[in-house]
């Protein structure tokens, strides 16, 4: 097994060296990386299979895909991305040159995840690389098969001496987490969260935690029940159930939980045929252990829908508990499984109360053609993200951050997300030495008369920013030698008080 301390070094030592600077090297790295995708789908959707026996095209459109799409969106905008971005001045620094650079942090750690082993812990490390970074990435052992493909072709396709992989269990995560790095990305559950955070403080790293949570969904009468059911039913049996942002429970009235009801017994035939097991499209739970777990959170409430398991297969079916306890383990933890609990509410104002007694979610789920329902509760809640009318399909956008908030997690990524939460944002200030620079700025030297100060607060005044856009161009058109006239103006004007 590798030495933390000395793998570390190693890639300090190859940050500190320059090489992971140039865009060049970056694109070259995430061009390898989209090729192993293609050279290395079949193994990618085996492992995949021995892990959760996750079906071809789920493999292939939830993870490989996501993960192809990830890159070819950041090839063709790394360029734009990483440019100084820059800002608007005040007058005393009119002239001068203010801008916003992205600079690597140097040697991130990623702790992946194993509901989407490759997705969630590749998907991270693209972002890191991007930035110019150098990586430690660190799959995770629950999901074994795909951890050791990473490891096994990682270091086929991009540079060994600038991004490594780790593979243990919980010793070495520890003993990975006694070192310092200079960023740390974390998918997982929120009691590790709260380790992986607890470590970072040690050295002051700041960090990402991709946590999970409950991730409610709200239906209204208003909604169509089909189409909501379709997406729900998708979106709970996807992986199992076993994603971060899986319906956890549903909030509604009695009436809609009884055409809920009614409607799932059909669509889940429609979608797997009359015996869920034999379903070619539903994977397995990923071990013993979370089969136990899962099994203990029944007793929370009455089965009204499915309840079927097989502990030698590792099989659950969509299980729906009405009647649940409010203090019920099925409602404190995060399922991560087919289970899906029934809270009833009697309208939008009651179930807004009872999302807001509760940890901030990871995502929010409302079915409604109330827009002024929907509006509320987007006023009055707080979560990571919010879909409307759909489940999971927010991860989709990449133009919009992906993260929680709270208990659910902390920091965001996807698209250009991902470059800016792997990069320090440097200000960076360029004044001018010459003589309308220094005009302008001599001010600032003592001693302070209250000419001087008259003319400091003038200088440094917040305008309008049209206001300073019409002063930029009208210096730029009076060019070097008029706007220094000017500046001997103002200067003559203010400090001969």
């Not at 293609?38 to 459109?61: G, N, Q």
């Not at 956890?248 to 869920?276: H, M, N, Q, S």
């Not at 990923?286 to 203990?296: A, I, K, P, S, T």
């Not at 659910?408 to 440097?426: A, E, I, R, V, W």
Request: include cysteine.
């Amino acid at each position: 097994m590798p030495n933390p301390a000395e793998l570390v070094a190693e890639l300090r030592n190859s940050f500190r060296s320059g090489k992971t600077r140039p865009l060049s090297f970056r694109i070259t790295q995430l061009r390898n990386l989209l090729r192993m995708y293609s050279e290395k789908k079949d193994e990618i959707v085996r492992a995949l299979h021995d892990d959760l026996r996750k079906c071809p095209a789920e493999a292939i459109v939830m993870e490989i895909d996501f993960l192809v799409n990830d890159l070819k969106n950041t090839l063709w905008n790394l360029d734009q991305w990483a440019r100084p971005e820059y800002v608007e001045k005040d007058l005393a620094n009119l002239l001068d040159t203010a801008y916003v650079q992205r600079e690597p942090y140097g040697v991130v750690l990623v702790i992946g995840a194993w509901n989407y082993p490759i997705q969630l812990t590749l998907l991270p490390f693209h972002g890191a690389l991007a930035a110019g970074n150098c990586v430690l990435i660190k799959p995770s052992e629950v999901s074994a098969a795909s951890a050791k493909l990473i490891e096994e072709i990682i270091p086929q396709y991009v540079d060994n001496d600038c991004y490594k992989v780790m593979n243990g269990g919980i010793p070495e995560t520890t003993d990975l987490l006694k070192q310092r790095f200079d960023y740390i990305f974390y998918t997982g559950n929120t009691a590790v969260g709260k380790i992986v955070h607890a470590a970072a403080n040690r050295h002051l790293t700041p960090v990402t935690l991709e946590l999970g949570g409950k991730s409610p969904c709200y239906i209204d009468s208003s909604a169509d029940i089909k189409t909501a059911t379709k997406r729900i039913i998708w979106g709970k049996m996807t992986n199992m159930g076993q994603t971060c942002v899986a319906p956890d429970y549903l909030l509604c009235t009695k009436e809609v939980e009884k055409k809920f009801l009614e409607t799932a017994t059909l669509i889940l035939r429609e979608f797997y045929g009359p015996d869920l097991k034999r379903s070619p499209d539903l994977g397995r739970i990923v071990n013993d252990r979370h089969f136990e777990r899962l099994q203990g959170l029944l007793e929370g409430g009455t089965v009204a829908l499915g309840g079927d398991t097989d502990a030698h297969d590792r099989f659950m079916g969509l299980t729906v508990l009405t009647d649940v306890k409010s203090d019920a383990a099925v409602l404190q933890q995060e399922i991560f499984g087919p289970i899906l609990p029934v809270v009833n509410v009697a309208d939008v104002k009651e179930a807004i109360d009872y999302l807001q007694e509760r940890e901030k979610p990871l995502a929010l789920y409302v079915f409604s053609n109330r827009k002024a329902d929907v509006e509320l509760l987007l006023k009055n809640t707080s979560s990571g993200s919010v879909c409307v009318n759909d489940v999971i399909m927010q991860l989709v956008v990449d133009t919009l951050p992906f993260g929680g908030v709270g208990n659910s997690g902390m920091g965001g990524y996807h698209g250009k997300f991902s470059l800016d939460t792997f990069s320090h944002k440097k200000a960076i200030l360029y004044k001018d030495l010459g003589l309308v620079g220094e005009v302008l700025g001599a001010a600032k030297y003592p001693p302070l008369t209250n000419g001087k100060i008259a003319y400091l607060r003038f200088m440094l005044a917040k305008r309008p920013p049209f206001l300073m856009r019409l002063v930029k161009g009208v210096l730029g058109g009076l060019g070097p030698f008029l706007g220094g006239v000017l500046a001997l103006y103002l200067w003559q004007k203010y400090t001969q008080i």
